[in-house]
């Protein structure tokens, strides 16, 4: 999660909550699924190891649990999902060739790849559980929020409507996508799909430019 310009939660966990010791997860599960008798699968990072060998003993065995030292990253990844989702979920409301929706998912790849060594984070907690593994879910599934209120943007949905859903549901990928786009900024990024999905979302651009190309696309990042 993202609070108050701050991309990571675990700035806000010792800044405002006044806590040094916290557990951090993530992975391709939702909160039903932790009710139900299958598998479930969760990536965890924290200030230290001791939250996540306290849970390893109460969790049940099948849940799957893997720890990375990454905790900012994983983080960060958790961040990007959720936008990434909104523009997921604008490719399937405009109904596009799925050759362009798995066009857009490799170049999410790519750009995450680009973000997690700018960040200083590393690449290889993209595949995780809480990397790749909730990338895919939140990019794909109907129970995500992000990924709904995308495609009521895609269907080009009425105001009203789109209005109504955001009352009734919390985006965060709506809420993180301002601060990363004035993080993108810091870091000199241009021509991201962070910024297309900002324009579209926040500046009313046509839905269908998320799949147009993007001007200087190959030197930033298919380089």
């Given amino acids: 999660m993202m609070f108050q310009n701050q991309i990571y939660f675990s700035d806000y966990t010792r800044k405002k909550l006044k806590c040094n010791s916290y557990t951090f997860f993530a992975g391709p599960t939702l909160a039903a ?30 849940v799957h649990m893997t720890y990375t030292d990454d905790l900012n990253g994983l983080e960060l990844l958790s961040t990007l999902k959720n936008i990434y989702a909104i523009g997921s979920g604008i490719l399937h409301g405009l109904n596009v060739p799925e050759g362009i929706y798995y066009g857009y998912m490799t170049h999410v790849m790519i750009e995450i790849q680009k973000l997690l060594n700018k960040a200083y984070k590393s690449q290889e907690t993209l595949f995780t559980y809480g990397g790749l593994g909730d990338l895919l ?12 209120f995308g495609k009521l943007i895609g269907k080009k949905a009425g105001k009203e409507e789109i209005a109504k859903f955001k009352k009734k549901n919390t985006i965060e990928g709506l809420y993180h996508l301002k601060e990363m786009h004035e993080q993108l900024k810091k870091w000199h990024i241009k021509n991201s799909i962070i910024d297309q999905i900002f324009n579209i ?23």
């Fill in 201 to 223: 979302v926040l500046q009313d651009e046509k839905p269908e430019s998320l799949y147009l190309p993007m001007e200087e696309e190959k030197n930033d990042f298919l380089d």
């Fill in 137 to 148: 879910m939140t990019t794909n599934s109907q129970n995500s929020r992000n990924f709904t």
């Fill in 33 to 62: 699924d932790l009710l139900l008798d299958f598998p479930c699968y969760l990536t965890f990072a924290g200030s230290n190891k001791i939250g996540y060998r306290k849970l390893s003993k109460i969790v049940p065995k099948r």
